[in-house]
């Protein structure tokens, strides 16, 4: 059964202080996979996208990886910020095409100051 | 550029009423989605159309139809609301390359 599980499903942490978020996927074929963040009362927004024989990609704070190997990626987030605190959502698509995404169920993140 | 989007924001329905959540992109995006959103679960994929003119179903159709009017605009309507129905709504677009660009989403309540 294709499957993505994040871990944990929450986190509460301190402004300024790092976090890594864990995506285990049984996924296949695997095309690509995704990090979403999405504020609360709002949609997800993309984060990073790694395909295959990517193992490591940025965007500002956020570094996520990638073990194809393994089936397991991490979102890491460096010296958070209080409008860090959203979820996490983790996307693995099965195909180029958009209709074959497995999403996760998040890790719900808040950061206090 | 106000990207994709979704209206009403909150609706509040009674069991057997119907209505149409509407979704508009202004990306000219070709592919279109609509999703639900409930606790404990990832997004699930109701309906999508991968261009003007073609709609296919997607994991969880069953309550649900849809209508692509034209390149911008993809509605959702509910025929016969049901609890189970109680959901958050959100549509999305895309070029087709696997990356979405979502509204904000419907809060729907069905009592």
Redesign the interface.
């Given at each position: 059964k294709n499957q993505?599980e994040q871990s944990p499903q929450s986190l509460i942490i301190l402004e300024g202080k790092n976090c890594t978020l864990q995506c285990n996927y049984t996924v296949s074929p695997f095309?690509?996979l995704?990090w979403y963040k999405q504020d609360t009362?709002?949609?997800?927004?993309?984060l990073t996208?790694m395909t295959f024989s990517e193992n490591t990609k940025s965007n500002g704070r956020y570094t996520a990886t990638l073990d194809a190997d393994t089936k397991q990626s991490s979102l890491h987030i460096t010296a958070s910020q209080l409008s860090d605190s959203a979820s996490y959502?983790c996307v693995v698509?099965r195909s180029?095409?958009?209709?074959k995404?497995?999403?996760?169920?998040?890790t719900r993140l808040q950061v206090f100051p | 550029n106000a990207g994709v989007t979704q209206t009403p924001k909150f609706q509040v329905l009674k069991t057997g009423q119907s209505m149409t959540l509407q979704c508009a992109q202004d990306m000219n995006h070709n592919s279109m989605y609509w999703y639900r959103q409930d606790p404990g679960m990832g997004l699930r994929l109701i309906y999508y159309s991968a261009s003007e003119g073609t709609t296919d179903k997607g994991e969880v159709p069953n309550g649900y139809n849809v209508s692509r009017l034209n390149k911008r605009e993809f509605s959702l309507r509910l025929e016969s609301a049901a609890p189970s129905q109680t959901s958050v709504y959100f549509c999305a677009s895309s070029l087709g390359d696997g990356s979405l660009h979502f509204g904000n989403g419907t809060r729907l309540t069905v009592t």
């Open positions: 993505v095309s690509n995704r009362g709002r949609g997800p927004v993309s996208i959502i698509s180029y095409n958009t209709d995404l497995i999403f996760g169920t998040g | -």
